[in-house]
């Protein structure tokens, strides 16, 4: 299959969900799950300070040139007027039919000279673009170093909580920089010099930086010495991913681009082992576009510019007004969360394990939501979150079912008949939530 073009793996498949679906969980990070116990990790970005370390599991893009912002005005739904050397933003790309490819940040460091960082599927799209439009850029594209087994060409570090800012004051040499949200500025930790973006995550302020990979440990070294007066924790790869839920952000749903007559020469270019994502959770159809995402439920609409042309533009300006769907939070029922835990013991069959803080068993999670035995929508990212002590999920439901207070159920468990390696025999059950907003806490960043 590693020879395959995406487009050659799907016709022997013969469908996209036979590609996709129960192909388990990879490895996400080169880190450990965690450093000193995930639950303190947690509480570290409510109470003092958190230190992540970002630098495995993400792909960075390079693209440099005098068309490099006119290839991104021309498959992103953002607004770049105005867009300087300094900034970053949340970089959204749409298909032909108006639904999610997929989402990175995006850096401008100079001028013509753009990074962007995030998962796979939005650059490997502008970088088809790229090679194959009448474009004059250059690309440099990084896998994933988890995936490679090469080291990263930059580290990449966060701080956050209430005391991060205090922290990078006491790390930085000289003065902190006044940045706003989502601005950054070179600055110097220990003599090396990082670019530091003013970021945040869980709703708790923060900072992102980054530099080359080789002065990774010494700023790493500088950071935890000047936070260690606020006791800063480092997170693990459990309480790092569990932050997601309450930010209200949505990772890794199935990108768009398996299905439209008007990529098909993007999955013919397409390796296969890029344009995998394994598919699991109770909800189940054989539809892959069923499983596609808009960039308007996402909770991207205010990011949308439909003062310039992009690729979807059409299908979402009829969706921006009327999304079917809306993001929420679901606040699982404490009571059925622990009959969960409880089927481990005593005889019978046991329902699905429930491994905390983050029960992952597939990369693009979908779990069934029911409204009287109705499916009114999907639940994707969900985390245990000591700070709150519940059990949350972020969720797409029917707008109808979208209000705070609504109550619904999930069902927990793997389609029928699906063979996931990463889960275990189980029956499925029922598992009632409430709808609550999202993002889920006061953003405080």
Same mark, same amino acid.
């Given at each position: 299959?590693?020879?395959?073009?995406?487009?050659?793996?799907?016709?022997?498949?013969?469908?996209?969900?036979?590609?996709?679906?129960?192909?388990?969980?990879?490895?996400?990070?080169? @880190?450990?799950? %965690?450093?000193?116990?995930?639950?303190?990790?947690?509480?570290?970005?409510? /109470?003092?300070?958190? @230190?992540?370390?970002?630098?495995?599991?993400?792909?960075?893009?390079?693209?440099?040139?005098?068309?490099?912002? %006119?290839?991104?005005?021309?498959?992103?739904?953002?607004?770049?007027?105005?867009?300087?050397?300094?900034?970053?933003?949340?970089?959204?790309?749409?298909?032909?039919?108006?639904?999610?490819?997929?989402?990175?940040?995006?850096?401008?460091?100079?001028?013509?000279?753009?990074?962007?960082?995030?998962?796979?599927?939005?650059?490997?799209?502008?970088?088809?673009?790229?090679?194959?439009?009448?474009?004059?850029?250059?690309?440099?594209?990084?896998?994933?170093?988890?995936?490679?087994?090469?080291?990263?060409?930059?580290?990449?570090?966060?701080?956050?909580?209430?005391?991060?800012?205090?922290?990078?004051?006491?790390?930085?040499?000289?003065?902190?920089?006044?940045?706003?949200?989502?601005?950054?500025?070179?600055?110097?930790?220990?003599?090396?010099?990082?670019?530091?973006?003013?970021?945040?995550?869980?709703?708790?302020?923060?900072?992102?930086?980054?530099?080359?990979?080789?002065?990774?440990?010494?700023? =790493?070294?500088?950071?935890?010495?000047?936070? /260690?007066?606020?006791?800063?924790?480092?997170?693990?790869?459990?309480?790092?991913?569990?932050?997601?839920?309450?930010?209200?952000? !949505?990772?890794?749903?199935?990108?768009?681009?398996?299905?439209?007559?008007?990529?098909?020469?993007?999955?013919?270019?397409?390796?296969?082992?890029?344009?995998?994502?394994?598919?699991?959770?109770?909800?189940?159809?054989?539809? !892959?576009?069923?499983?596609?995402?808009?960039?308007?439920?996402?909770?991207?609409?205010?990011?949308?510019?439909?003062?310039?042309?992009?690729?979807?533009?059409?299908?979402?300006?009829?969706?921006?007004?009327?999304?079917?769907?809306?993001?929420?939070?679901?606040?699982?029922? &404490?009571?059925?969360?622990?009959?969960?835990?409880?089927?481990?013991?005593?005889?019978?069959?046991?329902?699905?394990?429930?491994?905390?803080?983050?029960?992952?068993?597939?990369?693009?999670?979908?779990?069934? $939501?029911?409204?009287?035995?109705? $499916?009114?929508?999907?639940? =994707?990212?969900?985390?245990?979150?000591?700070?709150?002590?519940?059990?949350?999920?972020?969720? @797409?439901?029917?707008?109808?079912?979208?209000?705070?207070?609504?109550?619904?159920?999930?069902?927990?468990? &793997?389609?029928?008949?699906?063979?996931?390696?990463?889960?275990?025999?189980?029956?499925?059950?029922?598992?009632?939530?409430?709808?609550?907003?999202?993002?889920?806490?006061?953003?405080?960043?």
């Amino acid at each position: 299959m590693s020879d395959q073009s995406l487009a050659a793996a799907l016709q022997s498949a013969g469908s996209p969900v036979s590609l996709l679906r129960d192909l388990g969980l990879a490895r996400f990070t080169d @880190l450990p799950d %965690e450093y000193t116990h995930w639950i303190e990790e947690q509480r570290a970005w409510r /109470e003092s300070v958190a @230190l992540a370390d970002q630098s495995y599991h993400m792909t960075d893009l390079r693209i440099e040139g005098p068309d490099a912002l %006119e290839l991104y005005a021309d498959y992103g739904v953002n607004d770049f007027g105005g867009f300087d050397v300094g900034q970053a933003k949340q970089l959204v790309v749409a298909n032909p039919d108006g639904y999610l490819i997929g989402d990175a940040i995006l850096f401008h460091l100079a001028d013509e000279q753009f990074l962007s960082v995030g998962a796979a599927a939005a650059h490997n799209w502008l970088v088809f673009q790229a090679e194959t439009g009448d474009y004059d850029v250059t690309t440099e594209r990084q896998a994933r170093p988890v995936s490679t087994g090469r080291d990263p060409n930059n580290f990449r570090f966060q701080v956050q909580g209430p005391d991060a800012i205090d922290t990078m004051r006491a790390a930085v040499d000289g003065s902190l920089p006044d940045l706003g949200f989502f601005e950054f500025d070179a600055v110097t930790i220990d003599g090396r010099e990082v670019n530091l973006l003013r970021h945040g995550m869980a709703g708790e302020p923060g900072y992102e930086f980054w530099g080359p990979y080789e002065d990774g440990e010494a700023v =790493k070294d500088a950071v935890r010495a000047a936070g /260690e007066e606020y006791g800063i924790r480092r997170l693990g790869s459990k309480s790092y991913q569990s932050a997601n839920v309450v930010l209200g952000w !949505i990772p890794l749903p199935v990108p768009a681009i398996y299905e439209s007559d008007e990529m098909a020469a993007f999955r013919e270019w397409l390796d296969v082992r890029r344009g995998l994502l394994s598919i699991g959770g109770s909800y189940d159809s054989s539809d !892959i576009r069923d499983y596609y995402v808009t960039p308007v439920e996402m909770g991207y609409g205010h990011i949308v510019d439909f003062d310039h042309d992009f690729v979807g533009k059409e299908a979402l300006q009829r969706e921006i007004d009327n999304p079917d769907r809306r993001k929420v939070t679901l606040v699982w029922d &404490e009571a059925d969360v622990v009959d969960v835990h409880a089927s481990l013991f005593g005889g019978g069959d046991t329902q699905k394990y429930m491994d905390l803080p983050v029960p992952r068993s597939s990369a693009a999670h979908y779990d069934s $939501v029911l409204v009287d035995d109705e $499916v009114v929508g999907v639940s =994707k990212w969900m985390s245990y979150v000591y700070n709150h002590r519940e059990m949350l999920s972020l969720a @797409l439901v029917d707008v109808e079912h979208a209000e705070p207070g609504t109550e619904v159920t999930l069902v927990w468990g &793997e389609a029928g008949g699906a063979e996931n390696p990463s889960v275990e025999r189980h029956a499925p059950t029922e598992i009632r939530a409430t709808v609550a907003p999202a993002p889920y806490t006061e953003d405080k960043r």
